[in-house]
């Protein structure tokens, strides 16, 4: 019998610095964005073997949250955020500047066909997206959100994808 364990099924939970983000819609999109730079060299016909570099890596977790909306959660989704908490209302306000606690591992958790593990993290991430809510009649808002790892030692991609055994 055929084994599916190379089928990656497209659905999972996404966590927060732990915290499940909660329902979402339309999934979420693993992105591992590279530039290469050539060496290049004088009678190069082309690109040369150990003479190829990575010049910049952007690992980005966007997730489509259709379950997200509490005041006391907002901040940890947008960053440079806080919450002012009042007697009949809270407020929701940018701070204009980026704390080191507004960064968070973000966790994709999801199985293969066959219900083998396969876990995305991005490492100290940060929501770089814009604030954008369409508010449409007759529709839920659901906002998209890009965690984009950020480096705490260039030596070491702030990304990893793990795969059960």
């Known amino acids: 019998m055929a084994t599916n364990d190379k089928i990656m099924l497209g659905y999972g939970t996404v966590t927060v610095g732990g915290v499940a983000i909660g329902l979402t819609r339309g999934g979420s999109v693993f992105n591992v964005e ?43 989704y947008y960053p440079g955020t806080e919450l002012t908490t009042g007697v009949t209302e809270d407020t929701w306000a940018s701070t204009l500047s980026i ?32 604030l954008e809510w369409s508010l449409e009649d007759k529709n839920e808002v659901v906002p998209s959100i890009e965690f984009t ?17």
Request: proline share 2%; aromatic share 6%; glycine share 8%.
């Open 34 to 76: 590279r530039e290469y730079r050539e060496i290049e060299a004088d009678g190069d016909k082309g690109p040369a073997l150990g003479r190829i570099v990575i010049d910049r890596e952007v690992a980005r977790l966007t997730v489509n949250a259709l379950e997200l909306f509490t005041a006391a959660n907002m901040a940890k």
């Open 149 to 165: 790892a950020v480096y705490s030692d260039q030596a070491t991609a702030p990304w990893s994808v793990k795969f059960g055994k």
């Open 99 to 130: 704390a080191s606690g507004d960064h968070n591992d973000v966790i994709w958790t999801g199985t293969t066909l066959d219900g083998k593990s396969v876990v995305i993290q991005v490492d100290d991430a940060i929501n770089m997206g814009n």
